[in-house]
């Protein structure tokens, strides 16, 4: 059941707008300015470097950073389990790593171009990146602790706290214990060979590959077995497909397949607008589907009306975007340039918006607008 009301759902953010969650279309509210300027996007032009750059990978923080002093971090590992344990960063980093990209993305990606918007962080499409992340196994640490036959689920707390939704809580997520169990779940210590910085989650969080982003706690406190489900405000309260206020909607979970372009051309600077040469232009950018395959990438250069298939690179990993171009002879005038993908489950991205109450899991496609001289 529910732990989390209708009523609660429905004054999500009462003090913003007019209370129904939802914004005006071309006018942001101060508080989600605040709000894009701590979480920053990928500049799309970042889509041209496999790996992301760790300055230009996305980021998304609920609350506040939490200050870790070095040395003073230690992770619990308990609840419904044997042997509970307690880790230093250093035991962890005596652990057999691993070290593997990822293609993270925001689950929030592509909701300010909803109609009508859902306030909150107001991605347009920049909520992704690729990060080399160094960690341990998550499930081996599990099998070691030995988790009882009674525990369904694991769950993961950061050291971050706020409010959200009139509740205060801790950041918290839960996984089946089958989920939490796969091989590519890891402890992360290390992003892009380097310690992690602190707003990406200094010194421990999860990375779980194919999920969205949510699902990778940043500030790991505690790791717990438990019966579950567990119903905390990030699981209920948020990140579901809900239809409005009063909906429990379906929870938010595997990323769900889409491309992305590196805008051509020269932008204007305050509309972004692209200037392109006339000519032959290549087309790049980058496609991923979580946990499926990317088998296709098509490009429309007519806002949509045709498509036409671009050529497809090698995956960054199994869990990483793989690169796609295509080459364009640029003809005069105002153009709409289109990408879109599709996955190994048949999966395409739609034309248009996929709308929830939340602004979750929206993949429709991208457009580009650019004036050829
Ligand atoms: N503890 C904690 N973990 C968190 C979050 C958070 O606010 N607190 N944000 C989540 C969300 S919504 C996303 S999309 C990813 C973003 O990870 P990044 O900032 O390293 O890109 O972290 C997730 N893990
Ligand atoms: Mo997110």
């Known amino acids: 059941m529910l732990s989390v009301t209708p009523e609660k759902q429905r004054s999500r953010f009462p003090e913003i707008g007019d209370g129904s969650g939802l914004g005006p279309a071309d ?10 300027l701590r979480n920053r996007g990928m500049p799309l032009e970042g889509l041209r470097y496999p790996i992301t750059p760790t300055g230009m990978h996305y980021l998304l923080v609920h609350f506040d950073i939490p200050y870790v002093e070095a040395g003073e971090y230690s992770l619990e590992i308990g609840g419904l389990v044997e042997r509970p344990v307690t880790l230093s960063l250093e035991d962890l980093r005596r652990r057999p790593a691993v070290k593997t990209p990822v293609t993270m993305e925001c689950a929030g990606n592509g909701r300010a171009l909803l109609e009508p918007r859902p306030i909150s962080q107001p991605w347009h499409l920049e ?7 160094t960690g341990t196994r998550l499930g081996d640490l599990l099998l070691e602790a030995g988790v009882k036959d009674e525990a369904g689920e694991i769950l993961f707390t950061g050291l971050d706290r706020g409010v959200q939704s009139d509740e205060v809580q801790e950041y918290q997520r839960s996984l089946t214990l089958a989920e939490a169990m796969r091989e590519e779940v890891l402890l992360i210590y290390e992003m892009n060979g380097q310690p992690l910085e602190p ?10 590959p194919g999920w969205y982003g949510m699902t990778s706690v940043k500030w790991l406190a505690r790791i717990e077995a438990i019966q579950g489900p567990f119903e905390g405000y990030q699981m209920m309260g948020s990140y579901r497909y ?27 600077f305050a509309t972004r607008v692209r200037l392109v040469d006339a000519g032959e232009v290549t087309l790049r950018g980058r496609a991923w589907a979580g946990r499926l395959e990317v088998v296709g990438v098509d490009v429309s250069t007519d806002g949509g009306d045709s498509w036409s298939p671009a050529d497809l690179e090698e995956p960054v990993g199994t869990f990483a975007w793989r690169g796609w171009q295509y080459k364009w002879h640029a003809r005069p005038g105002r153009h709409t340039l289109c990408v879109r993908a ?23 496609v991208q457009r580009v607008d650019v004036i050829v001289e």
Do not use: C
């Open 242 to 268: 809900s239809n409005n206020a009063d909906d429990a909607g379906e929870p938010v979970t595997l990323q769900k397949v889409r491309s992305l372009m590196v805008p051509p051309g020269i932008p204007d």
């Open 342 to 364: 599709g996955d190994n489950e048949g999966n395409l991205q739609p034309f248009e918006q996929l709308w929830t109450y939340l602004g979750m899991g929206n993949n429709m």
């Open 127 to 133: 909520a992704v990146g690729t990060a080399e992340w």
């Open 199 to 208: 707003q990406h989650g200094y010194p421990l969080r999860l990375v779980v």
């Open 27 to 36: 006018a942001f509210y101060r508080e989600e300015v605040a709000l894009a």
